[in-house]
């Protein structure tokens, strides 16, 4: 029989699909014969590819030959694989379709169709024990009879009846074409495997047995590391450590991570709306998946995050954990919450310590709660069991929500542009929206109920209550005080501390000059700062200074600064040193040269050294001095004739 070969356009037409779709098909290796001849358009270097007709379906291949007249008996249906099949798989392949049908039928009623299946698969398996069929054998023959009718019930349908050869050389060839980080797509990589077998006189298979091996014969893994890299391997193929979770109790370890929710709200007004998308910092309990702290805000930082962990610490319900578990983000990372982590050079105990006492460092507010700290592997997804608990918050809060808008274009909602047009109807403010979340999370994801390994029919809140250890806490008016935003260490300066554009007076400050010390704060309220040592230890409250009008200041502002000033002066007066100067008097330099004398440094005097170098001098200075020995005034100092000599004003001298 002759091969007939078809152009894409033409193969798109005979099959009913694109010729896109021809043309992935053809990149794919669906077409075990295509043949590229030269053309004036379309494929690389100016080349098309033809399809050979007895590649395509046994189906398309009659609608073909009817169609252009090359066969004698028009009206025959070329047969199918069932058709031609023995009389014992047709056999086979009908008990299939049988199951198949009883089971579509059992099915049809309401319900969850998973359990549906359950119950089908064992009843079924009680009736038929020498018949017993799974779940996933379901799922094969209905796909497989949906894709290609009674032929996909057939035994054996679909698996390859021979092994093509291909020489070893040439596979490795192949296989080092193909597994590179750029992903080269399989057609491609069996072009060159086709010239370089010309060059070497290779045997290799068609293109479509090629496919097939580098799908069945390359193990997922190693398409995974050598075309997507380490990272995907890791987080997909490579095997995890499992987790025992049940091995912990509620309040022990709280995990931190930040979630932006796939929503918009309104941040500017109804006439010019400003949407939004808002985030959540959270705290969840690793034992009992409660969310126990949170904030909703627009800007995650480490302020959100002190803020969140203190709405958990501070319930009398919940209290400190005694572990946490956050990953490497900078906010997590900073000095003010749980230091460097995996950033940076690590720190010993020791390191910590020598930069405390030098200045250079405080304390964390993990360390100053006695909470240990566990960083993540960086870059490591799996590790993050609060994100997953994020997947719960996406389905159950923000896919409801008005304003879904989706993790990206693709899942944005169609009539989403049309509500954000309508901000009065949709449009919702930072505050109710916090009001909104914080009603959902303790009514609903905290009591939403589980079916995970040790949690199965309880809710967060419940496994909690059973998991928990006493609960650990600290005097509540220090860990506010721990719990306010703090700063990076400041130089106590001549005016005190200046912080955020203002200057802040520490009572005695001018004793403190140039101290390290740290400020903490409230944002709401910068009328006044605290200040601590880098010990921790605590100075006392600082006020802001006001400035006071250039001229013409008020007579009581004046004397509230003239005040102030006095009481420093009076405390440097009243210092013990400055007290200890009226005690003792200087010694006079005559009593300081006795004092060396009796206790310094006794060393003999210097003497002439017995070993002389003699220094040639010049013939000029030999005569100079011959000249003054004759005539007597080598004895006479010229510096005290200088000093004694009476210096007159000539005319013309002012």
């Known amino acids: 029989m002759a091969e007939y070969f078809l152009n894409t356009a033409e193969t798109a037409e005979l099959l009913g699909i694109s010729e896109r779709a021809v043309q992935k098909n053809i990149s794919s290796g669906k077409y075990e014969n295509v043949q590229y001849v030269e053309g004036v358009r379309g494929g690389k270097s100016g080349q098309i590819a033809k399809i050979a007709l007895s590649s395509l379906k046994l189906e398309a291949q009659t609608k073909y030959m009817v169609a252009n007249k090359l066969i004698d008996e028009p009206e025959r249906v070329v047969s199918n ?17 049988q199951i198949l049908k009883q089971y579509e039928a059992y099915i049809a009623v309401a319900g969850k169709k998973t359990v549906l299946t359950d119950n089908f698969v064992t009843v079924w398996n009680e009736a038929h024990p020498d018949e017993v069929i799974s779940k996933s054998t379901l799922y094969n023959w209905g796909r497989q009879y949906k894709k290609d009718g009674l032929m996909g019930l057939l035994t054996g349908y679909g698996k390859r009846k021979e092994q093509r050869a291909i020489d070893a050389n040439a596979w490795d060839f192949f296989c080092g074409q193909y597994l590179q980080l750029t992903r080269p797509s399989i057609g491609f990589c069996y072009r060159l495997l086709e010239l370089e077998a010309k060059k070497e006189s290779w045997e290799i298979p068609s293109l479509k047995t090629v496919a097939r091996m580098a799908k069945q014969d390359i193990p997922e893994a190693v398409r995974r590391l050598k075309r997507f890299g380490e990272k995907n391997f890791y987080d997909n193929s490579q095997a995890y450590t499992q987790r025992d979770y049940e091995s912990i109790s509620a ?11 796939d929503l918009f709200i309104n941040t500017g007004s109804v006439e010019k709306p400003k949407w939004t998308r808002p985030w959540l910092t959270a705290w969840m309990d690793m034992r009992s998946r409660k969310l126990v702290g949170w904030t909703v805000n627009l800007s995650p930082c480490t302020d959100e995050i002190i803020a969140a962990f203190a709405n958990a610490a501070l319930d009398p319900a919940i209290g400190l954990p005694r572990d946490i578990y956050i990953d490497n983000g900078r906010d997590y990372c900073s000095h003010k919450f749980a230091g460097r982590g995996n950033r940076g050079k690590k720190l010993t105990e020791e390191d910590k310590e020598l930069l405390i006492e030098e200045g250079k460092r405080t304390a964390t507010l993990m360390e100053r709660l006695k909470v240990k700290t566990h960083f993540a592997i960086v870059e490591n997804a799996r590790a993050k069991v609060v994100e997953r608990e994020f997947r719960n918050v996406v389905e159950w809060f923000s896919k409801p929500f008005p304003t879904y808008c989706g993790r990206n274009a693709k899942e944005r909602p169609d009539d989403l542009e049309k509500k954000l047009k309508q901000p009065k109807k949709y449009g919702v403010s930072l505050d109710e929206f916090k ?27 419940a496994t909690f209550m059973r998991t928990r250890l006493p609960m650990r806490t600290a005097d509540p008016s220090v860990m506010r005080l721990f719990f306010m935003k703090s700063t990076n260490p400041f130089k106590i300066g001549r005016n005190g501390v200046a912080f955020k554009g203002s200057e802040y007076y520490l009572k005695d400050s001018i004793l403190k000059k140039g101290q390290a010390v740290y400020v903490r704060y409230r944002e709401e309220d910068l009328s006044k700062i605290w200040l601590y040592t880098t010990k921790d230890e605590y100075l006392g409250e600082a006020n802001r200074i006001e400035a006071i009008a250039a001229i013409n200041a008020d007579k009581e502002v004046l004397g509230a600064e003239m005040a102030r000033k006095a009481i420093e002066k009076k405390a440097v007066l009243n210092h013990p040193s400055y007290q200890a100067t009226k005690k003792v008097k200087p010694l006079a330099p005559a009593d300081i040269t006795e004092l060396y004398k009796l206790y310094g440094n006794i060393a003999a005097d210097v003497t002439p050294n017995k070993v002389v170098e003699m220094v040639p001098l010049p013939q000029a200075g030999r005569e100079a001095v011959r000249a003054m020995k004759a005539t007597g005034t080598d004895d006479i100092n010229p510096f005290e004739i200088m000093a004694k000599a009476k210096i007159e004003k000539r005319k013309g001298d002012f």
């Open 251 to 261: 309040g022990e370890v709280f995990v931190g991570d930040h979630h932006v929710f």
């Open 81 to 97: 694989e069932y058709d031609t099949a023995a009389q014992w798989q047709r056999d086979i392949a009908n008990r299939r379709y």
């Open 435 to 461: 009001q909104i979340f914080n009603d959902w999370a303790k009514n609903v994801l905290n009591k939403q109920v589980s079916q995970g390994k040790g949690r199965e029919g309880e809710c967060p809140d």
